[in-house]
């Protein structure tokens, strides 16, 4: 049986993946319905876990004024974003195409619904690096220059950037739809280039800079304890940056491995399963690091949490 070989009413959507097996219920082996049972679980438990986290974090910065300065805006936004994820990628994936393929039913029945999972991981994963993108520089910024910072970081100006992260995610929807590769490929490789070389630059400069400070350029206790705050939100991004990459780089190394070597269509499937579940986990993991490195994201979790338990049936 032919696996790469896509039917004709998928093969518009499909144009990029022609070289990958498709799902055939003959696949659906007990080892197979384990593996998606389990990926099926995992993401009923994650996605409510997901909105309700992210949603934690929103009405944190909200409602306390330590939190509400424009670094933590930025998280919140990113917040946002998680929380697409996990109201629309997970149920989507999980309800849709595990619950499909546990059906047996054959690709020809949800063909467009694996390609719509893959377009909204990989325009995820534009806003989402691009929101980390906009942290680091407002990280360096802060860092660097510390007197110009609310004259260089406005609101006017946060409010644009974030716009344009959500401008910069339509180019990718659009090639995708109009099957457009090339300039898909093209776009998405450089914003997500681009991403990378911002957050590199900013790390390495802001650390720089960060020690240098505390070594001996400031003596006051005060811009010294200012300084270390910088610094641990500094290494908090940086927790957030590398749970990102983590999420994501196994799926890249098996898009680059299933190119290269010959897999076995069961082997494909499962993994690639695994991956994708992998990636749309990444939204729950962030709110867990806000709570795990600010005192003040603790505090304002726990007030929010207790606000809830006393909240009068109407």
């Known amino acids: 049986m032919n696996f790469s070989s896509h039917s004709p009413n998928c093969s518009q959507f499909a144009s990029s993946d022609v070289s990958d097996p498709e ?42 004024p330590q939190l509400r300065d424009k670094y933590n805006v930025l998280l919140a936004c990113l917040a946002g974003s998680d929380i697409m994820t996990g109201a629309l990628g997970q149920p989507v994936f999980n309800q849709s195409e595990l619950i499909y393929r546990l059906t047996g039913s054959p690709a020809s029945e949800f ?27 407002e990280r360096y ?33 659009f090639f995708s739809i ?12 450089f914003v997500i280039f681009l991403a990378i070389f911002i957050l590199i630059f900013c790390r390495i400069a802001s650390y720089h800079e960060a020690l240098a400070r505390i070594a001996g350029k400031i003596t006051t206790p005060s811009a010294k304890a200012k300084v270390l705050k910088e610094k641990k939100a500094l290494k908090t991004t940086s927790f957030v940056i590398g749970v990102v990459l983590s ?9 680059i491995v299933s190119r290269s070597h010959k897999i076995s269509p069961d082997a ?43 909240v009068q049936p109407l």
């Not at 590769?181 to 776009?187: A, E, K, R, V």
């Not at 999420?247 to 898009?255: A, E, V």
């Not at 749309?280 to 606000?307: D, G, M, Q, T």
């Open 111 to 137: 063909c467009i619904i694996p390609h719509a999972v893959r377009l909204f991981i990989r325009t995820s994963l534009i806003s989402a690096l691009q929101y980390l993108a906009m942290i680091s520089i």
């Open 23 to 64: 799902w055939r219920p003959n696949v659906l082996t007990s080892e197979m319905s384990v593996a998606l049972i389990s990926l099926t679980i995992v993401n009923l438990l994650v996605s409510p876990l997901t909105i309700f986290l992210n949603v934690l974090v929103i009405l944190a910065v909200k409602t306390t």
């Open 247 to 255: 999420c994501y780089i196994p799926m890249t190394l098996f898009r």
């Open 178 to 189: 109009y099957n457009l590769d090339l300039l898909n490929s093209f776009f998405y490789g």
């Open 141 to 173: 910024i802060s860092i660097i220059f510390p007197f110009k910072y609310h004259d260089i970081v406005t609101k006017r100006r946060l409010i644009v950037s974030v716009i344009l992260v959500w401008l910069l995610v339509f180019p990718s929807i």
């Open 268 to 310: 494909f499937l499962a993994t690639e399963s695994f991956t994708v579940t992998l990636v749309l986990c990444n939204s729950v993991f962030n709110p867990l690091i806000y709570c795990a490195r600010s005192r003040e994201y603790r505090r304002a979790f726990k007030k929010l949490l207790h606000r809830t338990n006393y």
